[in-house]
């Protein structure tokens, strides 16, 4: 795992909250408690009713995709020199029950069986020790 | 009412290249460019009292100091990416209407090609990257790292709920490849593209190919806005700010939680723009429209009220966007085919239009002509032009 060169969220503030709980495995979101609105990315108020009272929320991980890119070409070194087998990859934007969308990649699913509102379902990549990414894959249920 | 207030009195540009590269610093380069637009203006230096500079390209009290400008009164920056320069020259117009100066230079260039591409975005300083943090810790650790990927997006889903086609997007590419032809400053001016070969252009962030995204360019362009008054003065041709507004998306700072996924600044922007010049899209005679890939002209023709939301795609067939077509744009061949001027380009060109200095690509006649700009995760940007 210490060979892992790509790009790391900056562990600190909301940011860390939110990849810990990604590290046990549960994805969660931001819910106000003031007008109960879900909020993705993680802000330190609520842009619909600007109260700073919120919670963490478990998410049901349940979600459709949204819309994607398939990167043929990586632009970006840590993903073009590290490993010439990373692409195609296909970033996904994944639009969450709880009303969020989230920007993340499919696992055991090629950038070709994606479909537009086809049901995904997060799972947790590991990729350091201290941090665990969220992914997702075709729903099983 | 910023109608009528101002006027563009002066362009410049350095010329645009690819290898070996400009040879020059990006300061040199933009202090070129702004001493051409002098001359253009018939001013010296030390008549620009206000300076508005690109945004990580240099600053306005240092080409204030290099061209002599003592009377620096009025120094910003606006933070919009590619569409910093048209909100500029509405800030521009707003300081000279307001007395905060008497003339303002815009300039902007880079080494586009020969210095840092845009492909190797900035990897280790979140604050420089559009989005910030939020870029940083969420888009890139997932493998979205810059633009054509961030925009190929909004691209397929737009391509989904509208059915947007490749086809489509290789019409911009096209006309825009059409247009350099008749530009002999243009990089691509005697390399044609079919349609043909832009379908077996190979994929680089699909649904965008390599023939979807603009050139990587070293250049620099420039411009000079000024009161109506003074600029009756001047010996050129004024060129009138009828309207102009710029606009962020919401929110501007994260593209993928929009409720509106096809916002744009210039949903907010356009509108604004057109009440104020007092005229509508079917009165414009071109457009000059933020080419950074295809897809996003198609976007901003629907966003800026030239067709409704979902008909970009058709506006832009058949040659609809070319010259003799319904509406003409990008007529220099734009950051698609003549070069990244980083948008100042697209004011130049408006500016030659205008005044009737575009040579073999001239639209006979042209009276009105709009210029957007687009930048980070879809700012956006509009002036509507006169002479
Ligand atoms: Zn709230």
């Known amino acids: 795992m210490s060979e892992y060169n790509k790009p790391l969220p900056g562990m600190d503030g909301l940011t860390k909250e939110f990849y810990d709980f990604c590290k046990d495995e549960a994805l969660h979101f931001q819910k106000c408690t003031a007008c109960g609105s879900f909020r993705h990315v993680p802000r330190e108020m609520c842009a619909q009713c600007n109260s700073f009272e919120w919670e963490w929320m478990k998410s049901s991980g349940r979600g459709t995709i949204y819309s994607w890119v398939v990167i043929n070409r990586a632009l970006h070194p840590a993903f073009y020199d590290s490993n010439p ?12 029950e709880e009303g969020v969308r989230l920007l ?36 099983q249920a | ?40 203006a ?90 910030g943090a939020i870029a940083w810790d969420y888009y890139m650790p997932q493998g979205l790292t810059v633009p054509p990927q961030w925009y190929a997006l909004m691209c397929r889903r737009h391509m989904h709920e509208y059915g947007t086609t490749h086809e489509q997007m290789g019409a911009v590419a096209v006309a825009m490849r059409k247009h350099a032809q008749l530009n002999p400053g243009a990089l691509m001016c005697g390399k044609p593209l079919t349609i043909e070969q832009y379908m077996a252009s190979p994929m680089l962030a699909d649904p965008y190919r390599v023939n979807d995204c603009c050139l990587e360019t070293d250049g620099a362009a420039a411009f000079i806005v000024t009161t109506v008054e003074r600029a009756q003065d001047l010996g050129k041709t004024p060129i009138y ?18 409720k509106d996924f096809h916002q744009t600044g210039l949903t907010i922007a356009a509108p604004e723009a057109f009440r104020m010049a007092g005229v509508t899209a079917r009165d414009i005679d071109f457009a000059q429209i933020y080419d950074c890939f295809t897809f996003e002209v198609i976007q901003q023709l629907e966003e800026a ?14 040659g609809g966007i070319e010259l003799g077509g319904h509406l003409p744009v990008n007529t220099s061949g734009g950051l698609l085919s003549e070069a990244h001027s980083l948008g100042l380009g697209h004011i130049v060109e408006a500016v030659k239009q205008l005044r009737g200095d575009a040579g073999e690509r001239q639209i006979a006649d042209a009276q009105l002509g709009v210029v957007t700009g687009w930048g980070d995760f879809g ?9």
């Not at chain 1, 090629?110 to 350091?128: R, S």
């Not at chain 2, 400008?69 to 020259?89: D, K, Q, Y």
């Not at chain 2, 009220?305 to 058949?318: H, Q």
């Not at chain 2, 700012?379 to 002479?387: E, N, T």
């Open chain 2, 1 to 40: 009412m910023l109608k009528d207030k101002a006027c563009i009195v002066g362009i410049g540009e350095t010329g645009y290249c690819r290898k070996p590269g400009s040879g020059m610093s990006e300061e040199v380069l933009q202090l070129k460019a702004s001493v051409a637009a002098l001359a253009d």
């Open chain 2, 305 to 318: 009220g030239f067709c409704k939301r979902g008909e970009g795609g058709s506006f832009v067939e058949n």
């Open chain 1, 85 to 96: 087998q990373a692409v195609p990859m296909a970033p996904v934007v994944v639009e969450m």
């Open chain 2, 42 to 131: 018939g001013l010296k230096g030390k008549d620009i009292d206000g300076v508005l500079a690109f945004p990580n390209l240099g600053k306005s009290e240092t080409f204030a100091a290099s061209l002599g400008s003592e009377n620096l009164r009025f120094a910003a920056t606006i933070h919009m990416g590619g569409a910093s320069p048209v909100a500029s020259l509405r800030m521009a117009a707003m300081a000279v209407d307001s007395g905060a100066a008497n003339y303002v230079l815009i300039p902007g260039g880079w080494n586009g090609f020969s210095g840092v591409r845009v492909r190797q975005t900035v990897t280790t300083d979140k604050n420089s990257i559009p989005g």
């Open chain 1, 104 to 139: 993340s990649n499919m696992v055991g699913c090629t950038p070709d069986e994606l479909k537009m509102d086809m049901p995904v379902e997060v799972v947790y990549e590991a990729v350091t020790d201290e941090i665990t990414l969220p992914r997702f894959r075709c729903s």
């Open chain 2, 241 to 258: 700010i009828m309207g102009a507004a710029s606009g962020q998306p919401y929110p501007a700072d994260e593209f993928t939680t929009r």
């Open chain 2, 379 to 387: 700012d956006g940007s509009i002036a509507i032009l006169r002479k």
